[in-house]
């Protein structure tokens, strides 16, 4: 994969002002979407229940990888009102009735068939069918999924060994799904928050998928991209998510780390369009650079 240089970069305290601005957007808005396109609909005893919680958001980070992600969501969300809060607690109850809630779930969800190469039957039956061994399997071994991940002491090590080091979690998640996940069930300013509120933020890894990655190119916080050719110059956001990263913790060596990736999230799905970005609109306009020929697809 080839890299290109970015043709108009931030200056060092450009930087710092850039990743001020992207975590209050992210202050602004993570509750608000997170309530309306994941919990709605949720019964007060399965908000108040932090087993049944993790386990619902765990399906919808299986269902968010390589898919549209609001047909995701729609798809956990489905599943819940169909089946109730006893299908995430007793997975086991529902294997033989696998096929019903596949094609529940068949009826919104739209995964990236062309990108796994797999039917879409295929891929949605594998990934729920996954989703309930797994669950299943973990809380048999350590009591409950809860237990599990509070084996960890901080959310770097619940990402990579508690997630990305366990067999029946690697198999189902991308390193960028078991990221978001991770900030989904530990951030103080959600619903879960399996650390407590007083959890240090900073200790969240950032996610970091395409569209992060764009608006961080595209606004100069970096000078060197991966990109998958430099004709489309789509960029690589896996391999400049350790970069990314480390450039946003040398700014802001206590900022909340995942609130920032999704303020650079929001911007890029609310305005930083791949054809006719919403310059004039965009809450970033006056200090991005605008370098739009970087792309997230």
């Known amino acids: 994969m080839p890299i290109v240089q970015i043709r108009y970069v931030l200056t060092p305290n450009e930087n710092k002002i850039l990743i001020e601005k992207l975590e209050e957007i992210g202050r602004e808005n993570i509750h608000k979407e997170f309530r309306e396109t994941l919990l709605e609909g949720l019964t007060p005893e399965a908000l108040s229940n932090k087993e049944f919680l993790v386990r619902y958001l765990l399906l919808a980070a299986v269902l968010d990888q390589q898919a549209e992600s609001a047909s995701a969501r729609r798809t956990v969300r489905e599943i819940y009102s169909r089946y ?13 009735q696998i096929h019903k809630v596949v094609e529940t779930a068949l009826e919104t969800y739209k995964p990236k068939v062309r990108v796994v190469r797999m039917k879409k039957v295929g891929i949605t039956f594998l990934r729920i069918g996954g989703y309930m061994v797994s669950v299943l399997n ?32 690697k198999g189902l998640l ?38 992060v990655a764009k608006v961080m190119a595209r606004a100069g916080l970096l000078s060197l991209v991966s990109v998958e050719n430099t004709q489309n110059m789509i960029i690589e956001a896996e391999k400049e998510r350790l970069r990314i990263e480390e450039q946003v913790k040398n700014n802001k060596p206590q900022g909340d780390f995942f609130l920032i990736d999704y303020g650079a999230f929001y911007i890029g799905v609310n305005y930083c369009h791949e054809e006719q970005p919403e310059c004039d609109k965009c809450p970033i306009n006056s200090i991005c650079r605008k370098n739009i020929e970087i792309r997230a697809y």
């Open 138 to 169: 973990l809380s048999t071994r350590y009591g409950s999924l809860l237990n599990y991940y509070k084996r960890f002491n901080n959310p770097r090590e619940l990402l990579e060994k508690g997630i990305l080091g366990e067999t029946m979690l």
């Open 174 to 211: 991308y390193e960028k799904a078991s990221r978001l996940y991770v900030g989904w069930i530990t951030h103080p300013d959600l619903e879960v928050k399996i650390y407590g509120g007083d959890l240090k933020r900073s200790e969240i890894p950032m996610v970091i998928n395409g569209h």
């Open 84 to 96: 109730g809060i006893k299908f995430f607690l007793n997975p086991e109850e529902y294997f033989s």
